[in-house]
């Protein structure tokens, strides 16, 4: 009798789940380094969304966009993975949505917001239509990762992973944790406010992380799908 919890992974399925950990590297360095080059623009203060704007804000769309396929292709990895359908299909489809979130942040660029540009006034909203579908694309990211996280949680407490349980359910508090702060620090709360983008990226970092590790976790833990099918025969 299969193992429910079990991760069946075949050649498909692998170089499917590879893709969550090349979007971490990716976006987290391209980000990092753009915010560093870019003149007048500090990434303690300004949202890295921000960096869409401007002659150079195209290395940043195609960031947004080509990390959020990566992040699709995985989803589809994670949901091939495993057996139990609780967790296929509500953790990987929050997962999914969180890439098609980056892919429409990407395709609708930020308005000048929050302080940056430096040479434009301070705005607290967005302003266009294109604006609004950032933000609204942008929410995907930072609802459907913690929420994945908390799904996935449920996981690893049937796999007898009590380590990838905690944290797992630590990524999905922190994000909403920092994901809240930031949010005060971009509406110009004394004591936030030259933060902002500090804790914005840590959110959003931590959980393209937790992606990372937890593609790395599976591959590591794979079973063949050649090696169950002769575990099966022989039982």
């Known amino acids: 009798m299969t193992d429910k919890t079990k991760i069946i992974v075949d050649s498909k399925t692998k170089a499917l789940l590879i893709c969550g950990v ?22 303690f203060l300004y949202p890295l969304s921000s960096l869409s704007i401007g002659d150079m804000g195209w290395t940043q769309i195609s960031n947004f966009i080509f990390t959020g396929i ?12 495993f057996n139990l359908n609780k967790i296929k299909s509500r953790g990987s ?59 996935f949680r449920k996981l690893f407490i049937m796999k007898a992973e009590p380590g990838w349980a905690a944290y797992s359910v630590f990524t999905g508090f922190v994000m909403l944790a920092t994901f809240i702060i ?31 590790l937890l593609s790395v976790h599976l591959l590591k833990g794979q079973v063949s799908a050649d090696n169950e099918k002769t575990s099966t025969t022989n039982r």
């Open 22 to 43: 090349i979007a971490c590297p990716l976006f987290i360095i391209a980000v990092l380094i753009e915010g560093a080059i870019r003149p007048g623009y500090s990434s």
């Open 70 to 81: 990566l992040l699709v292709i995985f989803s589809f990895g994670l949901k091939r993975a």
């Open 93 to 151: 489809l929050l997962i999914g949505l969180a890439g098609i979130g980056l892919i429409g942040a990407g395709i609708f660029a930020t308005d000048p917001i929050f302080g940056y540009p430096t040479n434009k006034p301070l705005v607290l909203k967005q302003f266009t239509f294109h604006g609004h579908l950032h933000d609204a694309f942008s929410m995907f990211v930072f609802i459907c990762l913690p929420w994945a996280c908390f799904v």
């Open 182 to 212: 930031a949010s005060m620090g971009f509406q110009q709360n004394a004591g936030f406010v030259n933060f902002a983008g500090l804790f914005q990226r840590l959110c959003i970092f931590i959980g393209l992380i937790w992606i990372a």
